[in-house]
């Protein structure tokens, strides 16, 4: 039986409760276990913080999964990597496992969801090209991206809330997307998903009382890439090959300028440092919800935009453009570059800016899996 938008509603629902609840729950163990985040110098917490947050995630999303998602494959198979990469984050929360056993576990869980899961992009469709296939590369190509996108999500995991709230954000858009192609199941994936997200946030937003850690990170990272690929670049339509970049663009962008400020200076790039956008805006005096709620902000109006690519009727899909529905979308698409031009280009002017001369920033640097830092510096995992 085909899943229905009323059925995404209810996974929605029932994913966000869950995650809700279960939260308090994971708290606990991780306090028996002693998964604990403990202030230290180079972050800002005044207390210790549990991590384990992303088991409550995982249970809340399997649940409305189990309830409302086909129980045969490809489903099965995207939950089980699921299920893997979450304990895998789990335990490197508790025990700190080397970046080799992390990456490990990262390439394991995407190689179920491509093998298994039939997540699996054997071509794309590229404007004034058409099909550009790699059918015998495809599943290694597909299984790279979903390690890259479990580090993006990992790497934006800086500030209390906001990766959580940002795929929430991502995955809810994605749900629209998904059913106005006819990908039901997969826009069901995306609203449990964003449930999930959503219902831990409620004690994650700022102040946080629990942390996702990397159990929560890579898990959510998996589900976008795998949600992607399922409800969207899996069709032959032209416009959804820029659906994803636009959707993932703010986790994109922000760990593209990451990577290339440490190769650029030199610096391992699993080094933790302060010059995520998040960084930035702390550094300009933005106080943590201040910088959560302009990201969540960033995030709506590219989210926003996706789906009206979607929606607008600018094209017959045969080569052939209509005027009033092209206008429309190239004012939206200037309106929408011209706002995160000017976001980058003001983090860029403040960027050195020193602390010295503003409030302690408000946010901590963050060891990214699977290329974590030394141990002194491993910094909260949400």
């Known amino acids: 039986m085909t899943p229905t938008e009323l059925d995404a509603l209810y996974a929605f629902l029932v994913a966000a409760a869950g995650a809700a609840v279960l939260t308090p729950l994971t708290m606990r163990l991780a306090r028996r276990v002693g998964a604990i985040d403990k202030p230290r110098a180079r972050g800002l917490s005044d207390r210790d913080t549990p991590r384990l947050g992303g088991l409550a995630i995982f249970v809340a999303a399997a649940l409305a999964g189990a309830i409302w998602l086909p129980h045969a494959n490809p489903w099965s198979g995207i939950l089980a990597a699921a ?113 999930a997200a959503v219902g831990f946030l409620f004690h994650n937003f700022p102040p946080a009382s629990s942390f996702m850690g990397d159990a929560g990170s890579n898990l959510l990272g998996l589900l976008m890439g795998c949600i992607a690929v399922r409800g969207d670049l899996k069709t032959s339509a032209v416009v959804t090959l820029a659906l994803p970049l636009i959707l993932l663009a703010v986790p994109f962008l922000d760990t593209t300028f990451v990577v290339l400020k440490r190769l650029k200076y030199r610096r391992p790039v699993y080094e933790a440092d302060q010059e995520h956008l998040h960084h930035r805006m702390a550094r300009i005096g933005y106080s943590v919800r201040a910088t959560v709620l302009f990201f969540y902000g960033w995030t709506l109006m590219l989210a926003g935009f996706a789906v009206a690519l979607r929606f607008i009727h600018y094209s017959d899909h045969h080569g052939h453009l209509y005027a009033a529905g092209t206008l429309l979308v190239a004012v939206l698409g200037l309106i929408v570059l011209a706002a995160s031009v000017y976001l980058i280009y003001v983090l860029e002017i403040f960027r050195g800016v020193t602390l010295s001369k503003l409030p302690k920033p408000p946010v901590r640097p963050k060891s990214e899996t699977p290329f974590a830092a030394e141990p002194d510096s491993d910094d909260q995992r949400r």
């Open 83 to 195: 299920g893997l990469i979450t304990l895998v984050g789990a335990l490197d929360d508790r025990f700190d496992f080397h970046p080799a056993i992390k990456l490990a576990g990262q390439v394991a869980a995407a190689v179920v969801a491509v093998a298994v899961g039939g997540v699996d992009v054997p071509y794309i469709t590229l404007p004034l090209v058409g099909h550009l296939a790699f059918p015998q590369a495809g599943p290694t190509l597909t299984a790279i991206g979903l390690v890259g996108m479990m580090n993006v999500v990992n790497f934006s995991d800086g500030v209390d809330g906001l990766a959580a709230g940002v795929c929430a954000i991502i995955a809810a858009a994605f749900a629209v997307v998904a059913f106005s192609l006819g990908h039901n199941a997969a826009g069901v994936l995306a609203a449990l998903t964003a449930g």
